[in-house]
């Protein structure tokens, strides 16, 4: 094999044979249901709860795949296991799971052949070190766009899915004003809510604070957090944050799957702290680096060059 295997309706393709109709619903609405897995040292990190969260998001989205989680499971082992094949032993992959509504009729035309039933693919990609390396390193600065995160009246923030155009838009936003920022959306009332791909969470008098998640996804990363932080007797709370208070924080970051905790070190121009990582950040790192037995910034350091 000299290329990645897709899993996709029932079988494993390569990567190149792999592909969407142009009238999949992912396609003409975006209605998929998505999560996403890293490694570290090709061993899977908290799968069983993004399966949980997946099939949870398919409940809500009222998408049956006809598979049970411990069926989506072994998939998941067994494309991670083909694929880490044509890795490095020091890379690592991030295994995408997506489930889009299936195959729209209408758009389809007369007379064309309608799979029937959802889409189902999992795919890897080698996790992007050079994306984040020097973030890791010096930070990240986020800007709050005009554009406003989906309220929850019109979908729920604990299904994880791709209609996210405004996270587009809103990226797209934050990049005139700084190339390299990342949007962090507000939500109507003018809260700090999430980015397209992370939670944010931020350091006050010693104590984290999250947004509530009635405008956020509950993150697994965000969940390593909390669990890391209670064994480091850091306390956590969960409360509405105005941009006052996030541009004021002693500390900022941010929790993502692909590289677990990124610094935040300018929030709208405005330096967090005194502009470096924190020492609550550095804990933080040091108690996930023991969890997965790696130097997870480290890795990012020596893969991202």
Not at 112 to 129: E, M, N
Request: hydrophobic share 40%.
């Amino acid at each position: 094999m000299s290329e990645p295997l897709v899993y996709l309706n029932g079988n494993l393709v390569p990567a190149s044979q792999a592909s969407l109709k142009i009238y999949d619903y992912g396609v003409v609405q975006g209605a998929t249901v998505t999560e996403m897995t890293r490694t570290f040292r090709h061993q899977p990190f908290r799968l069983d709860d993004h399966l949980t969260r997946l099939f949870r998001s398919l409940t809500s989205a009222r998408i049956n795949i006809g598979m049970t989680p411990d069926e989506l499971l072994a998939v998941s082992h067994e494309v991670l296991a083909r694929n880490t094949k044509l890795i490095a032993p020091d890379d690592d992959l991030c295994l995408v799971q997506f489930v889009t509504a299936g195959e729209n009729r209408m758009y389809a035309g007369q007379g064309a052949s309608v799979r029937s039933g959802p889409t189902v693919c999992l795919h890897t990609f080698p996790v992007p070190f050079a994306l984040w390396a020097k973030r890791l390193q010096t930070g990240v600065h986020v800007i709050t766009p005009t554009v406003r995160h989906v309220p929850p009246q019109c979908c729920n923030p604990n299904m994880k899915h791709r209609s996210r155009m405004h996270y587009y838009l809103a990226d797209h936003e934050a990049r005139l004003a700084d190339p390299d920022a990342l949007a962090l959306l507000l939500d109507l009332d003018g809260n700090v809510a999430e980015t397209s791909g992370a939670n944010f969470l931020m350091v006050e008098h010693g104590t984290i604070v999250s947004p509530t998640l009635r405008n956020t996804l509950p993150g697994i990363s965000r969940q390593t957090v909390i669990e890391l932080a209670a064994k480091l007797g850091i306390p956590f709370v969960e409360r509405n944050i105005p941009v006052h208070s996030a541009i004021n924080a002693d500390e900022a970051f941010l929790s993502s799957t692909p590289y677990c905790l990124l610094p935040v070190t300018k929030f709208n121009g405005v330096a967090i702290g005194d502009g470096q990582p924190g020492a609550t950040y550095q804990r933080l790192m040091t108690a996930w680096n023991e969890l997965v037995g790696m130097d997870i910034a480290g890795q990012f350091a020596a893969r991202g060059t």
